[in-house]
């Protein structure tokens, strides 16, 4: 399983992005899908962000409730979360992550590469 993220880049205070990440490979269902930032000073950490699951259901970290929101496509096997009113604290690299269930296999939690956001003037 593979998931391949885009959609970060710079933008100013106040602006918006929208992250995309889409999985693919041996899938036969994906259960929660989410957004994680990586913990400060901790290299191998991450936070969560947002995260949806397989019946839509939704939650936020506190700092960004109301600002971001968290979106799945089950036909493509893609989660997204837009971003607005961007604010310089949001600047981080966001990695995406999905649990997915492979038939014979089993489930797993799969990450994507990092895509870098950041918020400046």
Not at 31 to 36: E, L, P, S, T, V
Not at 45 to 72: H, M, P, W
């Amino acid at each position: 399983v593979q998931l391949q993220a885009s959609g970060g880049g710079l933008v100013q205070p106040g602006g918006s992005l929208r992250l995309s990440c889409a999985a693919s490979g041996s899938i036969t269902s994906i259960n929660a899908m989410g957004w994680y930032r990586q913990a400060p000073g901790k290299q191998r950490e991450f936070v969560l962000v947002a995260r949806i699951d397989d019946g839509g259901n939704t939650n936020y970290r506190n700092s960004v409730k109301g600002r971001f929101t968290i979106s799945r496509d089950n036909v493509e096997n893609t989660v997204y979360l837009q971003m607005n009113s961007l604010k310089p604290e949001d600047t981080d690299v966001y990695f995406c992550s999905a649990n997915v269930f492979t038939a014979g296999l089993g489930t797993g939690d799969y990450w994507g590469h990092g895509t870098l956001v950041t918020v400046s003037s």
